[in-house]
């Protein structure tokens, strides 16, 4: 399985700021541990407000191949409440 990118959900039609960090395996015991995990993205983005999906810039998204037993986490948020 190959993964290409990621979308998300954010009230704003206007820029929000996003950070996207990711780890391998699971996040559980992780959460609050920033250590462990890389950030991938630190962007403004324009949102595509309610009910439509807004793309994380491919740019900062390297498609990712996962083998049958692999596991990666990924944590998205912004710097305001719109998400």
Same mark, same amino acid.
């Given at each position: 399985? *190959? ?11 206007? !820029?929000?700021?996003?950070? =996207? &960090?990711? *780890? ?7 959460? *609050? ?12 983005? @324009?949102? !595509?407000? !309610? &009910?439509? @999906? ?11 191949? %996962?083998? =049958?037993?692999?596991?990666?986490? &990924? &944590? %998205?948020? %912004?710097?305001?409440?719109? =998400?």
């Amino acid at each position: 399985m *190959k993964i290409t990118g990621m979308d998300f959900h954010t009230s704003s039609d206007d !820029n929000v700021d996003i950070y =996207l &960090y990711a *780890k391998k395996g699971s996040y559980i015991g992780y959460k *609050k541990d920033i250590s462990s995990w890389n950030e991938i993205c630190n962007s403004s983005v @324009r949102g !595509n407000g !309610n &009910y439509a @999906r807004t793309p994380v810039p491919s740019e900062y998204f390297a498609p990712i191949d %996962l083998k =049958l037993d692999d596991e990666i986490s &990924y &944590y %998205l948020t %912004l710097t305001s409440l719109e =998400l």
